[in-house]
Nanobody, 127 residues
Framework: QVTLVESGGGLVQAGGTLKLSCVAS????????MGWFRQAPGKEREFVAA????????YYADSVRGRFIISRDNAKNTVYLQMSGLKPEDAADYYC????????????????????WGQGTQVAVSS
């Protein structure tokens, strides 16, 4: 079992930056990928970004590519999401995810392929 705990959410002005963190604990040796999804009120949950744990390969949703950067610190079992140029439409609950096995890149955006989910951290963007 893997437990994920997110932090770093908050309120930021449009155009600003915010950095989310997610610490994994438990059977972290089983993790091969980590990532982020988000869900805005009244909208479906959507994929944001993912990173391969060993190789560091990254993958982004078109809506955030060029503005968000996902990174990981293997020694700390932590994944980060550096968000820049935030827009009101980026406001959502952001969920950290981890997978033991994932087919890249075809399945990274598929929610059901991720094995573990955090509780979420809220990001609000004021215009």
């Amino acid at each position: 079992q893997v437990t994920l705990v997110e932090s770093g959410g908050g309120l930021v002005q449009a155009g600003g930056t915010l950095k989310l963190s997610c610490v994994a604990s438990g059977r972290t040796d089983a993790i091969t990928s980590m990532g982020w999804f988000r869900q805005a009120p009244g909208k479906e949950r959507e994929f944001v970004a993912a990173v391969r744990w060993s190789a560091g390969t990254t993958y982004y949703a078109d809506s955030v590519r060029g503005r968000f950067i996902i990174s990981r610190d293997n020694a700390k079992n932590t994944v980060y999401l550096q968000m820049s140029g935030l827009k009101p439409e980026d406001a959502a609950d952001y969920y950290c995810v981890a997978a033991a096995g994932l087919f890249w890149p075809a399945r990274v955006a598929t929610q059901t392929k991720w094995d573990y989910w955090g509780q979420g951290t809220q990001v609000a963007v004021s215009s």
